[in-house]
């Protein structure tokens, strides 16, 4: 087995402080939480900062450049919404630097194996990527890859790890990966049980960590959940940095349920609103972010679904209306539509207060504001939100005239469950097979 050079060690000179004598020092016991006896006041001999250095290394052979990290951290930082400070540029190139290694790890290990991912492969991605977010003009991917600093080269290396990865884990992985129909039946049974109840749609970027570097993976966790706060694309960040084989799909687990998930993980799940993160949270193995994308009820029909009639009762307002004028108009507003007893009494509204009256009868709830929905949802037909608005937009109610609600869904099917617990495991195994690659590989750092 090959050693790996880091580059705390790789041309140093141990040449620091005096060193301090024997007699000094303290000697640690080896224990479960310390295996190597560290003692707690070690006396560092050469650079303290091991990641402060020239973001290039060779990996058996490989030369990842200082070209190749700042073209992949390009495409990281295009989905920030805000401008990344020039320090968290630094952290963010230590952490590609890691992620390029692990890379290209896997492309030669695909490449050893005899199952290279041919150029048309990557090729048929890029263009289907290019296709997606630039429609009739695929062309224009490549301009605008250079124009943030990366390149379609760039790209498609990662798009050739993507592929090469799920090809070691097709060979190496999922042929010894079994789950019974008991398992699966079990599962649904639980599931049964559990009708009504929340379920959840998350997405999690997920870092291994050991006892020796979790010091190190939980700052790299606090930085992705910086930038995560400040606008970052979860999705982009997953891709780049989540080690769970979920970080092709931009780290979505999918819809699970209480109990599916660490205990860590679940006890904050149930305290999140959909649209909020969390993080980084320690679970055995190392450290998650999470992503609550969506929230609904077990084998439940979802309320937020249900096609809506509604009608808009709206009033305006002179620009230079008083206050004392447009709280007056406003109760004589609710006043009247208070006393509305159908939707065909509507259209009074025209005539009495000179208000406009729109209808739709295609809203699905679940587009409407989070906070005017809830209160359309438990609305009879007839009935009208609160007055809402400003004098400045206009002030307006909502009259729910039809409502038709979603059919009742059966839930996952034997096959869905039987994919979710294979990818569980899985992702388990893929884990270990890459630390096996990095525990294997030589690189050396310049």
């Known amino acids: 087995m090959m050693k790996t ?32 006896g560290i003692p707690d006041d070690i006396q560092i001999l050469g650079k303290e900062n091991p990641d402060t250095r020239t973001a290039t290394a060779v990996v058996n052979g490989y030369v990842i450049t200082g ?49 290279p991912v041919s150029r048309a492969e990557v090729e048929q991605t890029y263009a289907q990527l290019a296709a997606q977010n630039f429609g009739q003009e695929p062309e224009k991917m490549a301009e605008y890859l250079v124009s943030i600093g990366s390149s379609p080269a760039a790209l498609k290396r990662q798009i050739e790890g993507e592929i090469a990865w799920e090809n070691l884990l097709r060979r190496n992985i999922m042929p010894f990966v079994n789950v019974s129909a008991e398992e699966v039946n079990d599962v649904l049974e639980r599931l049964e049980e559990s009708r009504g109840q929340d ?57 699970i349920r209480l109990g599916q998930l660490p205990p860590a993980l679940d006890a904050q799940l149930q305290r999140m609103q959909p649209g909020q993160l969390n993080g980084p949270i320690e679970i055995p193995g190392g450290f998650s972010i999470i992503y609550l994308i969506n929230k609904r009820k077990v084998a439940m029909a979802d309320p937020a679904d249900a096609l809506l009639s509604l009608k808009q009762i709206a009033i305006s307002f002179e620009p230079d209306v008083s206050q004392e004028a447009a709280e007056a108009k406003v109760n004589q507003f609710a006043q009247f539509v208070g006393n509305l007893r159908s939707c065909a009494d509507a259209e009074s509204a025209r005539d009495v207060l000179g208000a406009t009256v729109v209808s739709n009868d295609q809203i699905r709830a679940a587009n409407l504001p989070e906070q005017l929905r809830a209160i359309i949802l438990n609305l009879q037909i007839g009935q009208t939100t609160p007055p809402f ?30 994919d979710q617990i294979e990818q569980e495991r899985i992702n388990k195994r893929a884990q270990r097979y890459l630390r096996d690659l990095r525990n294997d590989a030589y690189i050396e750092y310049n």
């Open 5 to 36: 050079i880091c580059a705390a060690i790789s041309s140093a000179v141990l040449v620091a402080a005096p060193l301090v004598p024997a007699a000094a020092q303290t000697v640690a016991v080896p224990t479960a939480d310390n295996p190597f």
């Open 67 to 115: 070209t190749d990290i700042e073209q992949r951290v390009a495409l990281v930082t295009s989905a920030s919404e805000t401008e990344v400070s020039d320090q968290e540029l630094e952290r963010l190139r230590v952490q590609v630097l890691r992620n390029l290694i692990d890379e290209t790890l896997k492309i030669q290990a695909s490449e050893a194996l005899e199952m």
């Open 199 to 255: 379920e959840y749609r998350v997405g999690e970027i997920y870092l291994s960590a050991t006892q020796e570097n979790r010091a190190a993976v939980l700052q790299n966790a606090q930085r992705i959940m910086e930038q995560l706060r400040q606008g970052g694309s979860f999705v982009a960040y997953a891709r780049q940095f989540s080690e769970a084989t979920t970080a092709v799909v931009g780290g979505d687990l999918g819809w």
């Open 389 to 418: 608005g400003s004098p400045e937009e206009g002030v307006r109610v909502l009259m729910l005239c039809g409502r038709d609600d979603p059919e009742q869904v059966g839930g996952p099917s034997f096959d869905d469950i039987m």
